[in-house]
């Protein structure tokens, strides 16, 4: 062969080389911007729904926020409602507490007596008036009632009964109340 078709080969195939060469680079260079562009908005739509998401959990979380707030002040009133009502029962059982001291004192200091009404047909002596008669008073309805005194050791006990059972009924009240307090 002529060295000018070598030439000419030669010059085709360094054509065709670069060419295709040339092809390749522009085609990969296509390809790049067009998975460029792609990761661009593939990554966008990540971070979008990331902003969402993110908005979401802060949306959430200053709802919880906002929940426990009313929580603690809802708390916060029954504990100052209960607290009054604490105050409340303790100075009904300070003053029960003193009305039944004075008592105690009064019966101690024979400055009251307490007394029964007898049934007049159970004790009834045969011949009188069987027990200690008391004159009607001026506000007693009951003409004549016989009526016993009882001892002081004996009142004072009945006055600690009735004491017991007025704390207890005022220990209930209070317990009732703080029930409905905290149903509410």
């Given at each position: 062969?002529?060295?000018?078709w070598?030439?000419?080969l ?14 390749w ?17 593939y ?22 926020l906002k929940?426990l ?13 209960l607290?009054?009502q ?13 009305t039944?001291?004075?008592?105690r004192d009064?019966?101690?200091?024979a ?15 045969p ?9 009607a008073?001026?506000?007693?309805l009951?003409?004549g ?6 001892d ?6 009945i006055?600690a ?18 029930v ?5």
């Amino acid at each position: 062969m002529s060295l000018n078709w070598r030439v000419a080969l030669l010059a085709v195939a360094v054509g065709l080389y670069a060419g295709g060469r040339g092809a390749w680079v522009w085609q990969a260079s296509e390809y790049g911007k067009q998975l460029a562009e792609q990761a661009a908005g593939y990554v966008q739509q990540l971070a979008d729904k990331d902003r969402a998401h993110g908005r979401e959990r802060e949306e959430a979380a200053a709802a919880a926020l906002k929940q426990l707030a009313e929580q603690k002040t809802q708390r916060q009133a029954l504990e100052d409602r209960l607290q009054e009502q604490g105050k409340t029962h303790w100075k009904e059982m300070n003053d029960a507490q003193q009305t039944q001291d004075r008592l105690r004192d009064r019966l101690a200091t024979a400055d009251l007596r307490l007394s029964v009404l007898v049934d007049s047909g159970a004790f009834a002596a045969p011949g009188g008036d069987g027990g200690v008669r008391e004159a009607a008073g001026t506000g007693s309805l009951v003409h004549g009632a016989v009526r016993a005194q009882l001892d002081r050791a004996h009142a004072q006990r009945i006055v600690a009964i009735t004491d017991e059972g007025d704390r207890g009924l005022i220990a209930l009240q209070a317990c009732q109340s703080y029930v409905r307090e905290v149903i509410q």
